[in-house]
């Protein structure tokens, strides 16, 4: 059975497309729920009391590595060079996995030393909702990449045929990190300069 569309393309491709379309726009939704609601309430803390930028860039930068790293990954993979390809993989991976390990520190940094819960304020409920559904995403690739290159080693079930299984983690991957630049830039960057809409 086909899994191409009549339109040419492949039906998983497709819905793949449609999901990360769906996400974008709940991601959107977190976003415009920050800014509206991070404001209104209880003012301390605030972004500008507990952001490290400088912690925080260091974590932005390791994520947009990894996509650079899976971008690799696939090259190698399309050219049947597995040895290279599980490399790569292996790079995205811990970097996605290091990624989960700065957001840990910070939430527990955010947590115990500056005292912001979600239920401190509005700022906290809105700040953590956004950054840990982020959160809960990488750790989803994370898995998902996981389980591609333990079949790489153990079931001899990823080559340059089977590339769509590849394609479609990558696509999310990727997905994953642009999602990160832009709460990167509103919520840390400009969130913290004076002026901006709170």
């Known amino acids: 059975m086909s899994d191409e569309t009549t339109t040419g393309l492949n ?3 497709i819905l793949m497309w449609v999901f990360l379309g769906s996400d974008c726009m709940f991601f959107a939704s977190l976003i415009g729920t ?9 003012s301390h803390p ?4 507990v952001f490290d930028i400088p912690t925080t860039s260091v974590s932005t930068f ?9 971008v690799f990954a696939y090259a190698y993979l399309v ?3 597995i040895k290279a390809f599980r490399i790569w993989m292996v790079s995205t991976i811990i970097m996605g996995a290091t990624f989960l390990g700065f957001q840990i520190f910070e939430f527990s940094e955010f947590y115990f030393h500056d005292h912001l819960s979600p239920q401190t304020n509005l700022f906290g409920t809105t700040f953590y909702a956004l950054t840990g559904t982020h959160g809960i995403h990488v750790t989803i690739g994370v898995v998902w990449l996981g389980i591609i290159f333990y079949s790489s080693l153990f079931r001899n079930s990823v080559s340059s045929k089977t590339n769509l299984d590849l394609d479609l983690a990558a696509l999310y991957w990727h997905f994953v990190d642009i999602v990160w630049i832009v709460i990167f830039a509103v919520v840390y960057l ?4 004076r002026g901006f809409p709170s």
Not at 34 to 42: C, D, R, T, V, W
């Open 62 to 70: 390791v994520l947009l590595m990894s996509s650079m790293s899976m």
């Open 190 to 193: 400009f969130g913290t300069f």
């Open 11 to 13: 039906s998983r491709k």
């Open 34 to 42: 920050y800014l509206i609601y991070k404001g209104m309430g209880a």
């Open 46 to 49: 605030g972004p500008s009391d």
């Open 79 to 81: 050219r049947d060079n």
